[in-house]
C-alpha cells in the first residue's frame, strides 16, 4: 500500500510551453500534497503544499503563477509549470499524506523535466 | 539558522560493517518528528524510520537505527550490517507541528552520501 505515481517520469520541452506533471495517490486519500523541487546533488526544495479542494500555498521564494498547482481531487494534483525556461529544469517530486496511522508522507518518483 | 544539519556529504563503510549518519536539528516546537530517507540514484525518496518528539525509546526498522537525544537535538542514523545496496544519498528530515500526522510539511538537511565498499 501507500503508492505514488507521478506522470511523465521524464519530459522535455521547449522554452516558453508550459508542462502538467501529475501526482496521483493509487491506493490512499491524500488530504495534503507536496511539491519539492531537487537540484542536482541537493537537498529537497519545498515549493508549496496543497490540500483538496482549496488554494495552495506557496513557500516564500516560489512563484504562484509560474506554478500552478491544483488538487483536484483526494487522489490527484498537478502541478503546471507555465512558460518554461532553462532554468525551470529540474528534478520535481510531489508527495502526499493523509494515511491513516502514517507519520511519514509518501513520494512519488520524480519528474525530470529538462526546458531547451 | 538552518534546521537540520547533516555535517558529513560522503561516507564510506566496508559491506557488513555498521555506519553512522549524523542529524543534528534546531526548533523551539516541543512536538516534532524526524525521519530518515533514502535517496537512491534513481531519484525515489524511500522512508525509512521515523521519531517523534515525546517517544522515549529510539526507533528500530530492520537494520536501521535512530539514536535520539533529545538534549542534544541529534537524530543520527544507525546502518548495522552494511550492503552494497544501501549506497545512495540519506535525507534526514523534521515535521513540526502540534498533533502529529503526515499531513505537515517537512524540512530537509543537505543529505550524506553514502558509499558502501565491497
Known amino acids: 500500500g501507500a503508492v505514488v505515481s507521478q506522470h511523465p517520469s521524464r519530459v522535455i520541452c521547449k522554452s516558453g510551453t508550459s508542462v502538467k506533471i501529475e501526482c496521483r495517490s493509487l491506493d490512499f486519500q491524500a488530504t495534503t500534497m507536496f511539491w519539492y523541487r531537487q537540484f542536482p546533488k541537493k537537498s529537497l526544495m519545498l515549493m508549496a503544499t496543497?490540500?483538496?479542494?482549496?488554494?495552495?500555498?506557496?513557500e516564500q521564494g516560489v512563484e504562484k503563477d509560474k506554478f500552478l498547482i491544483n488538487h483536484a481531487s483526494l487522489t490527484l494534483s498537478t502541478l503546471t509549470v507555465t512558460s518554461a525556461h532553462p532554468e525551470d529544469s529540474s528534478f520535481y517530486i510531489c508527495?502526499?499524506?493523509?494515511?491513516?496511522?502514517?507519520?511519514?508522507?509518501?513520494f512519488g518518483p520524480g519528474t525530470r523535466l529538462l526546458v531547451l | 539558522a538552518q534546521k537540520i544539519t547533516q555535517t558529513q556529504p560522503g561516507m564510506f563503510v566496508q559491506e557488513k560493517e555498521a555506519v553512522t549518519l549524523d542529524c543534528t536539528y534546531d526548533t523551539s516546537d516541543p512536538s516534532y518528528g524526524l525521519f530518515w530517507y533514502k535517496q537512491p540514484s534513481s531519484g525515489e525518496m524511500i522512508f525509512l524510520i521515523y521519531?517523534?518528539?515525546?517517544?522515549?525509546q529510539n526507533a528500530t526498522e530492520g537494520r536501521y537505527s535512530l539514536n535520539f537525544q533529545k538534549a542534544r537535538k541529534s537524530a543520527n542514523l544507525v546502518i548495522s550490517a552494511s550492503q552494497l545496496g544501501d549506497s545512495a544519498m540519506y535525507f534526514c528530515a523534521m515535521r513540526e507541528g502540534r498533533g502529529g500526522g503526515s499531513n505537515y510539511k517537512l524540512t530537509f538537511g543537505k543529505g550524506t552520501l553514502l558509499t558502501v565498499n565491497p
Open positions: 508527495s502526499a499524506g493523509g494515511l491513516a496511522g502514517r507519520e511519514t508522507q509518501y
Open positions: 496543497s490540500n483538496e479542494g482549496s488554494k495552495a500555498t506557496y
Open positions: 521519531q517523534g518528539s515525546y517517544d522515549q
